[in-house]
């Protein structure tokens, strides 16, 4: 049986302290209340790192250049109604103040506090490689 394939980018911005900011989906959106790292579908014909352009734009009001996206690991994951395969950026520079334009709320978080948050099955696994990386 084959799945709908969905490419969703996501992004863990780190700011100068060290700390993963993390952001709650809004209620009527799917899987709300869960913590998760921004991002966002991946639209046609568009690249990960032009999805994550606009979404931390459209999601945070912030201003992300291409060359301050570094890959760092994917996520793969099956759902019942699709199957899940999100690369995971870090950025560690931006412009702008973050603030919170979608979701319900932000939260700058430690590495090694993110399992204290409840994640979406595909957000979990990217936890440890930033732990290993931070």
Known sequence: MSAKIVLVAACALVDADGRVL????????????????????????????????????????ITVREACLAP???ASHGYPDFHLLMPLYVCRRWEGNVIAKVHT??????????????????????????????
């Open 22 to 61: 993390i952001a709650e989906r809004p209620p009527g959106k799917a899987m709300a209340g869960l913590w998760e790292f921004p991002g966002g579908k991946v639209e046609a014909g568009e690249r990960p790192e032009d999805t994550l352009i606009r979404e931390l734009s459209e999601e945070l009001g």
């Open 72 to 74: 760092l690991t994917f």
């Open 105 to 134: 709320r932000l939260a700058w978080v430690r590495p090694n506090r993110l399992r204290d948050y409840d994640m979406p099955p595909a957000d979990e696994p990217l936890v440890s490689h930033l732990m290993a990386l931070l």
